[in-house]
Nanobody, 123 residues
Framework: QVQLVESGGGLVQAGGSLRLSCAAS????????MGWYRQAPGKERELVAA???????NYADSVKGRFTISRDNAKNKVYLQINSLKPEDTAVYYC?????????????????WGQGTQVTVSS
């Protein structure tokens, strides 16, 4: 059974910083892609940042220069450093991982989601 667990969310004033963490656990063979998404009230879930196993990154235009995604392949973790927070960054942030796990029937590739962590930015 594979699980993604996020941590690091909270309430912060505009201009502040947070560091989100996501740990993947279970019978993991390899992790191909890890990313952070967010969903604000009344809005669709959107990609914030993504990183491949080789370290290539991709960011939403709205967060470029303020958010930094990184990963620790040895620990199956991904991080999101968020600086210069704005009230419009308020959302539930979700970790996503496209990974291959081992099961009794062999290997299986699937995209997993964490339960989400709330980030609230006050003005």
């Amino acid at each position: 059974q594979v699980q993604l667990v996020e941590s690091g969310g909270g309430l912060v004033q505009a201009g502040g910083s947070l560091r989100l963490s996501c740990a993947a656990s279970g019978s993991i063979f390899s992790i191909n892609y890890m990313g952070w998404y967010r969903q604000a009230p009344g809005k669709e879930r959107e990609l914030v940042a993504a990183i491949t196993s080789g370290g290539s990154t991709n960011y939403a235009d709205s967060v470029k220069g303020r958010f930094t995604i990184s990963r620790d392949n040895a620990k199956n973790k991904v991080y999101l450093q968020i600086n210069s927070l704005k009230p419009e960054d308020t959302a539930v942030y979700y970790c996503n991982a496209d990974l291959t796990s081992t099961t009794r029937w062999g290997k299986s590739t699937y995209a997993y989601w964490g339960q989400g962590t709330q980030v609230t930015v006050s003005s």
